[in-house]
């Protein structure tokens, strides 16, 4: 059964969107909370959570007695699954992506060579259920995004540290994030994403850290590549 999304959560969307999206500018005064339950036809317990919500996102300063403030986009909780989907939907931000890309680049072969050293039978059965979805459906974009995002959690979760597990959610939120930017549909492109899952599974299976590291490595470097070549291609569109 779907979670049903009430009045609230919509609400957080629509004003997290608004934020991100530029309407509200970053640094400056938000309405008064009066104002806003006014613009948004809602009561005052309301919006009360909602300005909660989205100030632990990091996108609302609300000081006691001094009003609501848009947070200034450098201090937006990039590690937060929304902030990074909304504020990658409405325009490209490239220094954004760049960062995002940066982040996995640190972290990811690390990850990939604590996995080959520590997964267990378990963690593998999850990392290859993911791998055969990801086989199983190169033309359904969202289940095969979806499923690679699985592989990645499950690799970091074999890591077994217990950080890196409690940044799993973090992690998934990043790469679902600059799915869009990276993601190219021809079969040339498909049957390679394929084969570097498939070869950093085998990395890990076999006990090799210094292929898994070196496999992680080489994905990323090559999510960069497509990510600047998407990025390029958009600026020439918009020219």
Not at 63 to 86: I, K
Not at 140 to 158: G, K, Q, W, Y
């Amino acid at each position: 059964m779907s979670k049903r999304i009430t009045k609230t959560d919509k609400l957080i969307q629509s004003f997290g969107r608004e934020i991100t999206h530029g309407i509200f500018a970053a640094g400056t005064a938000l309405p008064t909370e009066a104002e806003l339950c006014e613009k948004f036809a809602v009561s005052r317990n309301v919006m009360r959570e909602v300005i909660q919500v989205l100030s632990t996102k990091r996108l609302i300063d609300a000081p006691p007695y001094r009003g609501l403030l848009v947070m200034p986009r450098d201090q937006w909780n990039y590690l937060d699954a929304d902030v990074l989907e909304w504020a990658l939907e409405k325009d490209d931000d490239p220094l954004l992506i760049h960062s995002l890309i940066e982040v996995r680049s640190a972290i990811e072969p690390f990850i990939s060579r604590w996995a080959a050293e520590r997964a267990t039978a378990v963690d593998l059965v999850v990392m290859e259920e993911a791998l055969n979805q990801m086989k199983a459906n190169p033309d359904n974009r969202e289940v095969f995004m979806e499923a690679d995002i699985r592989f990645h959690r499950a690799v970091a979760l074999a890591s077994h540290n217990v950080v890196i597990q409690q940044l799993s959610d973090a992690i998934s939120a990043l790469q679902r994030a600059i799915f869009d930017h990276t993601y190219l549909d021809d079969v040339k492109h498909m049957v390679l994403t394929i084969k570097e899952h498939s070869d950093l599974f085998d990395a890990i299976r076999l006990k090799n850290p210094i292929e898994a590291e070196a496999q992680a490595t080489g994905m990323i470097e090559r999510t960069a590549s497509r990510a600047k070549t998407k990025l390029v291609l958009q600026e020439q569109e918009n020219n």
